[in-house]
């Protein structure tokens, strides 16, 4: 079992930064690939970013892509979602997971979510 804490969500101007972070226990957490999707009031949850369990291979959401960067710390147990750029339509809450398969893609752990509000 895998349990994951995001935070580093908060209120920033339309430009600013943020940088969420993924805190998650157990001692497999290495083994997984890791991600963020986020969820705007009123709107599906959608992908934002995914990272191997070696951190080698990113992948993103073509909204995000250059402005956002994932990131992991094996030693740590931390996956990072670095947000620059930001836009109004950023403004979601962020739920990052993880995915225990090694293979196609799935969505096996969440955490509780953090709320990220971009003012305009």
């Known amino acids: 079992q895998v349990q994951l804490v995001d935070s580093g969500g908060g209120l920033v101007q339309a430009g600013g930064s943020l940088r969420l972070s993924c805190a998650a226990s157990g001692r497999t957490f290495s083994n997984y690939a890791m991600g963020w999707f986020r969820q705007a009031a009123g709107k599906e949850r959608e992908f934002v970013a995914r990272?191997?369990?070696?951190?080698?291979?990113?992948y993103y959401a073509d909204s995000v892509k250059g402005r956002f960067t994932i990131s992991r710390d094996n030693a740590k147990n931390t996956v990072y979602l670095q947000m620059n750029s930001l836009k109004a339509e950023d403004t979601a809450v962020y739920y990052c997971?993880?995915?225990?398969?090694?293979?196609?893609?799935?969505?096996?752990?969440w955490g509780q979510g953090t709320q990220v509000t971009v003012s305009s």
């Open positions: 997971y993880a995915d225990r398969s090694g293979g196609p893609w799935q969505y096996d752990y």
């Open positions: 990272i191997s369990w070696s951190g080698s291979n990113t």
